[in-house]
């Protein structure tokens, strides 16, 4: 059974930072790509940023030059480092992990960021 664990949410301070953590369990994740995504109430879920097996990153608009996504293979987890956050980056905050047709969704962290 294939399970992803996010950490790593939590509340903090505008212009602060946070690194989320997936931490795959079931599967080997090195052969996946790798999508944080967020969503807030009434909204549909966004990606956020995205990293292939090969490592190849892309990002929103939104967090370009603020976020950075990154995996270690050898730890079998995904993160997502997040720096200069502000109040809009507050949302539930996914991982989710995709191989041609599979794809699983962790249990989502929350980030809250105070202005």
């Known amino acids: 059974q294939v399970q992803l664990v996010e950490s790593g949410g939590g509340l903090v301070q505008a212009g602060g930072s946070l690194r989320l953590s997936c931490a795959a369990s079931g599967t080997t994740l090195s052969r996946y790509g790798i999508g944080w995504y967020r969503q807030v109430p009434g909204k549909q879920r966004e990606l956020v940023a995205y990293?292939?097996?090969?490592?190849?990153?892309n990002y929103a608009e939104s967090v370009r030059g603020r976020f950075t996504i990154s995996r270690d293979n050898a730890k079998n987890t995904g993160y997502l480092q997040m720096d200069s956050l502000k109040p809009e980056d507050t949302a539930v905050y996914y991982c989710n992990a995709n191989l041609y047709f599979k794809t699983y969704w962790g249990q989502g962290t929350q980030v809250t960021v105070s202005s």
């Open positions: 990293i292939s097996s090969e490592g190849s990153t």
